[in-house]
Structure formats: structure tokens, C-alpha cells
């Protein structure tokens, strides 16, 4: 306990000694982890992104004005007998109307002549990535033609998220690939740094190591302050990345949130405090090993 | 407590006083007896010491060291020498004969090629490295350079020597100021090294290797950059610590100092140890 005091005493009289390239290990620790964090974070709102929209993939069927009650009613019932099919609900024109004029941002609806707006029919299904063999059965059938919208341009008259979700996919797989080279660069550096910064402070104080070998302090005993100043680095960067990563989260759930209402973010607390602990972990582990790399090559004890 | 197992006195306890008197100390002389040495460099080592004795602190059994810089001349050949506790032992011979190698091999800072080498006991060739420094709690080491920390006093100089093998405060506030008085420097305590002269830096840097309390002493030119009348403060200070029962091991090319002690002197010439002799001088031939 004894010793572990003095180390901490020695690793920050010599962070203080070394100022300029402690400082240079702390901020590169600091911004690899922000970028490691930045990356999980991101990751977590995309994949909550995407079962989100997927959750909402619903097809909707734009009905013809003049559809019969009985072609209707055949036609919805065909929809509800199917088995991936959870729910149809008929949209009437003035509901459809109503809906536009709620998420319009400007009056143009009060300024339609009529209601232009076709009558639909929303399926929500049960599991979201049938929805391609599910819309395939539905152009199938017999009654398809004669209820919808637009019967010259069926593709027109039925719409779901395959777009949304497709692009959604390649989008995040691009960032992950991106992320992971860069975070992996990063690392790299960080480890160099901190054991850049251990190996001028081993320089720094060698003659006291030659003279702690020769009285014949232990080799743990030597490598102790050392190691406490990768491991202070290492703490000290990680903590200002996890609060910067924290003040960021708390920025875009306040105010990204109001700007696109539709983008939904909401980090589970858990997820976020296991980022932190990642982040942590992650800046030990450098911090520890870059200090251990430098003194194998320089303390020889 | 393994360091205390390494000899027999428990690191703070007061030193284990062994009587000097003029025939006690009997170390073991092994005669060189290996072709390869007669054939090489002459005479076998001139000796007057008689060949049975205790058992010594330290033993080379054949001893040699070479360096991968030049494998083919050994620094070291085939040393054979025991060393009892409590002597005194000037170990000289020119510059590159072996001197500092020798000293070196004691205290583990190089590790001998062939050979068995017993330091209190344990063979420090085959010895763990994570054991060296509990070997080294019980050499002290002075050398000509001083190897004093210029930032910190005499007091903290010698202080460093207990913190990083982990002793107390309270030993510490103790033995210091002690050891400081002992080597007479009880009123520079607080003076830094450049404050100091050649002879009083010499006095902090003896001060750190004994304030442990080693039962061993080795010195490699401690007098090398002093002047004669200082070199003399200071062999008398190791004559002092030596009655308090310390082994002592002085490497040197002093002249003087070696012929004014008349100590056991041994001598090493191109690795070879050529000369082991009682109440020796200097130069056999001066």
C-alpha cells in the first residue's frame, strides 16, 4: 500500500515533468476512444433505427374511388385470411385527408379543390422480412387488379419499406467498415503515444533506475511508478472521452430529436453505461500495454 | 523473507561484529590447476595464504566471463578465490585486467559464462532473476562515479537507497541521520550534491550503500577521482566499516593506499588472477 502511494506520487511528479508529451498520450487516448465510442453509439442508434423501421413495415394499398363494397369487403378478407398478415385497416379518403393535413407543415390542404387523396388499406405484418413474398401474393390475386388505384401501374397502387430498409443496410455496413479501420488506426496510435510518453520518462529517470537496481528495490517496485503513468493516461483520456460521449447523447436526444421527430433515438441507459465501461476498459488495456511495451524494450531489470 | 535467508542477518538489525584479529580470517585458495591457464600465462598465482579455512562469502569456482564482443579474449579466466566474511581485500591490476568484471559478477550486474560463483551461499550464475535484487539488499556498492541523484540532498540521497526497497519512515528518520554521522557528514545532511566535495559526495554515496547494512561491501575505484589526501579520508572510513564486521571489496589502482593498509591484495592480470597475497602491497615488484 506503501508503494502503491509512492507510485502514484512519482507518476504524476513526472506527468508534471513531462507535461507536454503526457498531454499528448491523454489527448490521443482521449480522441481514439471518442471515436471507438462515437462508433458504438452510432451503431446502437442505427440498429434500434433499423428494427424500428422494420417494426413499421406495412404495405399499403391504394384503393380505387369507385371500388365496390363487395370487392372491398372479398378483397380484405383474402388479405386477413393471410397467415403473415396481422392486421388490415381501411383508410377512408377523408381520413387520408386528415392525416396529409396533420403532417403538412404548410395549409396547402386547405386550399385542395375536392380530395384528391385515394382511399388504402394498411397490412401490418407479423414478421417484417416476409413482406416481399407477402406484397408477391397479393399482386397474385384475382381481385388486386380490379380494386386498386391505378390498374395500368399496379407497382404505383402498393407500397412498403423495402426501399428504406435496403438502403438503410448498405448505408450502415459502408459506416461499420469505415469505423472499424479507423478505430483500429487509432488504436495503433494511442499505443505508440502512450509508449512514447513511458519511454521519456524511463529515459528521463534513468540514473535513479540505475540506482534503484543497484540497491536492489524489486523489479515490480521499479516498474510500478511507470506503469501508474500509462494507467493514469489511459483513465484520465477515457474519462474525457465518456463525458464528452455522454454531453454529445444528451445533445442529440434534446435537440436532433425535435428536428427529425421521425429519426427515432433512444439509447437504453444500460447500452450506454456498458459503452462506457467498454471505452474504460479499452483505455486500460492501451494505456497498461503501451507502458509495458516501452519499459520491455527499455527496463531491462 | 527470502532476503534474510540469503545471510544470516535480518536487514535493520545492527551488523554481526566478527573480531579482527591478525589471523582469523582463513579464506579458501583453490590452486589453479587447469592446463589451459599454465600453458597460457605463466606462473600460477603467487600466494602466501595458506589453503584451508571457513567457509567463505564468496567463491568462484573457475570463474570465467567472456563478452560476445570479443569471444576470444575473456575478460575473466578461470578465477578460483574465496573471500571470508569480515575481510578486507584490495583487488588491483591494470586497466581492462578484470577488475570491474569481477566486481560486477558479485552483485549480478553481468552474469559469468562458466563457473560457479557463490555469493553468501547462493550460486548467483544460476540464480533467478527475479531473485537478483534481494541479492543486491545485501551488497552495498560504491563507485567512483558516485551515482548520486543531483536533485535530491544527502539526507534524501541515502534515504532513496531504504524507500525503494520499501523500508519505513520510521527506519528511515532513524538509520539515516545515523549512517550521515557515521561516514562524518552529520552537518550536511541537507546539502545536494553539487554543494558537496569529491570526498563528501564519495562519503553520501558509502553512506547509501551501508545504511542497510550489508554484510558486504564492494567498491570499484572508490577513490578514483579524489586526491590522495581525501582518497586516505576514505579508505579509512571502509577500515571503519570493515571492524564493524563488513566484508569489503576494493577494486583500485591506488598505489598509496593499497601499501599503507597492507591488506590482503589480490591481483588480476589479462583476466588471470596472478597474485594472492596477505598484507600485500600494490606492485609485487615495486
Not at chain 1, 479507423?182 to 540506482?211: D, G, P, Q, S, W
Amino acid at each position: 500500500m506503501r508503494s502503491l502511494a509512492y507510485f502514484i506520487k512519482e507518476a504524476f511528479s513526472n506527468s508534471r515533468k513531462n507535461f507536454s508529451t503526457t498531454f499528448g498520450g491523454i489527448i490521443t487516448i482521449f480522441l481514439s476512444l471518442l471515436v471507438i465510442g462515437v462508433f458504438m453509439v452510432a451503431s446502437l442508434i442505427i440498429d434500434q433505427m433499423i428494427k424500428s423501421v422494420e417494426s413499421q413495415v406495412s404495405i399499403s394499398i391504394y384503393l380505387h374511388d369507385d371500388v365496390t363494397d363487395m370487392d372491398l369487403e372479398s378483397f380484405k378478407g383474402f388479405l386477413s385470411n393471410m397467415p403473415e398478415v396481422s392486421t388490415v385497416v381501411y383508410i377512408s379518403k377523408e381520413q387520408s385527408l386528415e392525416r396529409f393535413k396533420e403532417q403538412a407543415t404548410t395549409d396547402i390542404a386547405d386550399q385542395l379543390d375536392g380530395n384528391p387523396l385515394p382511399a388504402l388499406l394498411e397490412v401490418s405484418l407479423r414478421e417484417p422480412d416476409k413482406v416481399q413474398s407477402v406484397v408477391d401474393q397479393i399482386m397474385a390475386n384475382d381481385l388486386f387488379l380490379s380494386v386498386i388505384d391505378r390498374p395500368d401501374a399496379p407497382q404505383d397502387s402498393i407500397k412498403y419499406g423495402k426501399d428504406i430498409i435496403e438502403k438503410l443496410f448498405s448505408i450502415t455496413s459502408t459506416i461499420r467498415i469505415v469505423c472499424i479501420a479507423l478505430v483500429i488506426l487509432l488504436v495503433f496510435v494511442a499505443l505508440i503515444f502512450i509508449n512514447n510518453t513511458i519511454r521519456l520518462a524511463i529515459l528521463a529517470r534513468r540514473k535513479e533506475i540505475a540506482i534503484m537496481k543497484l540497491v536492489g528495490a524489486s523489479n515490480g517496485f521499479i516498474r510500478g511508478p511507470f506503469l501508474m503513468e500509462g494507467f493514469l493516461q489511459a483513465v484520465i483520456g477515457a474519462g474525457l472521452s465518456i463525458g464528452t460521449i455522454s454531453m454529445l447523447c444528451n445533445y442529440l436526444i434534446k435537440n436532433v430529436q425535435t428536428i427529425l421527430p421521425w429519426l427515432p433515438i433512444n439509447m437504453g441507459q444500460l447500452s450506454l453505461w456498458m459503452i462506457y465501461l467498454v471505452l474504460l476498459g479499452a483505455g486500460v488495456v492501451i494505456g497498461l500495454f503501451g507502458s509495458l511495451w516501452a519499459m520491455r524494450r527499455y527496463l531491462k531489470v | 523473507m527470502d532476503e534474510n535467508e540469503l545471510i544470516q542477518q535480518a536487514p535493520g538489525a545492527p551488523p554481526i561484529v566478527i573480531p579482527m584479529t591478525e589471523s582469523a580470517p582463513q579464506p579458501v585458495i583453490i590452486q589453479q590447476e587447469t592446463p589451459k591457464r599454465a600453458e597460457k600465462s605463466g606462473p600460477l598465482p603467487i600466494t602466501n595464504r595458506p589453503t584451508q579455512g571457513g567457509i567463505p562469502v564468496i567463491l568462484f569456482e573457475g570463474v570465467s566471463k567472456v563478452y560476445s564482443a570479443q569471444p576470444n579474449k575473456p575478460a575473466l579466466s578461470n578465477i578460483n578465490l574465496g573471500i571470508n566474511a569480515g575481510e578486507f581485500i584490495f583487488l588491483v591490476g591494470h586497466s581492462g585486467s578484470g577488475k570491474s568484471t569481477f566486481i560486477r559478477l558479485i552483485n549480478r550486474e553481468i552474469v559469468a559464462s562458466r563457473g560457479r560463483l557463490l555469493v553468501a551461499g547462493e550460486d548467483v550464475i544460476r540464480m533467478r532473476n527475479w531473485r537478483v535484487p534481494y541479492l543486491r539488499r545485501n551488497i552495498g556498492c560504491v563507485y567512483q562515479d558516485f551515482k548520486l541523484l543531483p536533485n535530491k540532498t544527502a539526507f534524501d540521497n541515502v534515504a532513496f537507497a531504504l524507500q525503494v526497497i520499501g523500508k519505513s519512515k520510521h527506519i528511515i528518520r532513524t538509520q539515516v541521520p545515523e549512517v550521515l554521522r557515521l561516514v562524518g557528514l552529520e552537518d550536511k545532511i541537507h546539502s545536494y550534491p553539487d554543494q558537496l566535495s569529491g570526498g563528501e559526495q564519495q562519503r553520501v554515496s558509502i553512506a547509501r550503500a551501508i545504511v542497510n547494512r550489508p554484510p558486504l561491501l564492494i567498491c570499484d575505484e572508490p577513490t578514483g577521482n579524489l586526491d590522495p589526501q581525501t582518497s586516505l579520508g576514505i579508505m579509512r572510513l571502509l577500515d571503519r566499516i570493515n571492524r564493524t564486521g563488513t566484508t569489503i571489496l576494493v577494486a583500485t589502482h591506488d598505489r598509496e593506499m593499497v601499501d599503507s593498509l597492507r591488506k590482503r591484495v589480490v591481483e588480476l592480470e589479462n583476466g588471470y588472477l596472478v597474485r594472492d597475497q596477505d598484507k600485500g602491497v600494490y606492485g609485487i615488484d615495486a
